[in-house]
């Protein structure tokens, strides 16, 4: 499952509060499609986190966004407000 549609699914297939375990049994082992790597379970992304139970399915969409590995993210050090980071480039002034 891709990460955007997590949410949609937790309320589909949850009632709200939840505890971790009703979590873990019902989604745990739902897998998240990684752009730039191994995918990994909702499961290995809550063990990340100390929470316990979850208010709503925007709650836990956001404790799993929080707490998703770096596989998820886009380009490491991307700036699109000035220079690369590590990368050298000639400035051209007109």
Not at 30 to 48: M, Q, S, W
């Given at each position: 499952m891709?990460?955007?549609?997590?949410r949609n699914a937790f309320a589909r297939q949850l009632t709200f509060p939840a505890d971790r375990e009703t979590v873990l049994a019902a989604v745990g082992d739902?897998?998240?499609?990684?752009?730039?790597?191994?995918?990994?379970?909702?499961?290995?992304?809550?063990?990340?986190t100390d929470e316990s139970s979850f208010e709503s399915a925007d709650e836990l969409f956001d404790t799993v966004l929080a707490n998703?590995?770096?596989q998820y993210i886009g380009r490491k050090h991307y700036d699109d407000r000035g220079a690369q980071g590590g990368i050298e480039t000639e400035e051209v002034h007109f």
């Open positions: 891709r990460l955007a549609e997590t739902t897998t998240l499609e990684a752009p730039y790597g191994d995918p990994e379970t909702i499961r290995t992304v809550l063990e990340r998703v590995g770096e």
